[in-house]
T-cell receptor, first 107, second 123 residues
Framework: DIQMTQSPSSLSASVGDRVTITCRASQGINNWLAWYQQKPEKAPKSLIYDASSLHSGVPSRFSGSGSGTDFTLTISSLQPEDFATYYC?????????FGQGTRLEIK | EVQLVESGGGLVQPGGSLRLSCGTSGFIFSDHYMDWVRQAPGKGLEWVGRSRDKAHSYTTVYAASVQGRFTVSRDDSKNSLYLQMNSLKTEDTAVYYCGRRRQGSGRHAVDYWGQGTVFTVSS
């Protein structure tokens, strides 16, 4: 199975900060990577697919980059509604696997 | 508007069975692969299984943790996805989400999710 490792596991930041979350795959996955946002007691929400393509309706302050084994999710200027848990997911091979999540908290 | 609504959650004893449903609207269901993903209490997301579309003969793929116990099926005439769960274990307790994979051949991510249904295995 392809292991997805996110860092950091948790992060404290302030409104207006620029934040970067990293996801590393245990083997190359080309650009077959997605990012999801999840708020407490809510369903995941799709943010980015194919490593860098923004899902419809997602604000442009979110961006993704990377290919192969190393990927990043960047939020250029944190807004109050961005405080949530973020997951990366590889869909290069079965079983599809998620990272363990990065919890983004208000400083 | 794309909508996915899960139902069928509840409380089941270990060793029991249950079927979850995911009703959909707002898109051509038969054109999409569909996934089940679960989240145990306080844990991260875990992919459970997938139903491919009609063009790919509705074939299914499963996570090792549920292989042989869970069955993903679909009824395109009802725009619905199902998850039949047998030989249930306490570790199957989770919120179960269905997700629609982006359309097209090749590799694609899930783009829309249901709100989830809660399912508990306990004696």
């Amino acid at each position: 199975d392809i292991q997805m490792t996110q860092s950091p596991s948790s992060l404290s930041a302030s409104v207006g900060d620029r934040v970067t979350i990293t996801c590393r795959a245990s083997q190359g996955i080309n650009n077959w990577l997605a990012w999801y946002q999840q708020k407490p007691e809510k369903a995941p929400k799709s943010l980015i697919y194919d490593a860098s393509s923004l899902h419809s309706g997602v604000p442009s302050r979110f961006s993704g980059s990377g290919s192969g084994t190393d990927f990043t999710l960047t939020i250029s200027s944190l807004q109050p509604e961005d405080f949530a848990t973020y997951y990366c997911q590889q869909y290069y091979d079965y079983p599809i696997t998620f990272g363990q999540g990065t919890r983004l908290e208000i400083k | 508007e794309v909508q996915l609504v899960e139902s069928g959650g509840g409380l089941v004893q270990p060793g029991g069975s249950l079927r979850l449903s995911c009703g959909t609207s707002g898109f051509i269901f038969s054109d999409h692969y569909m996934d089940w993903v679960r989240q145990a209490p306080g844990k991260g997301l875990e992919w459970v299984g997938r139903s491919r579309d009609k063009a790919h003969s509705y074939t299914t793929v499963y996570a090792a943790s549920v292989q042989g116990r869970f069955t993903v099926s679909r009824d395109d005439s009802k725009n619905s996805l199902y998850l039949q769960m047998n030989s249930l274990k306490t570790e199957d307790t989770a919120v179960y989400y269905c997700g629609r994979r982006r359309q097209g051949s090749g590799r694609h991510a899930v783009d829309y999710w249901g709100q989830g249904t809660v399912f508990t295995v306990s004696s």
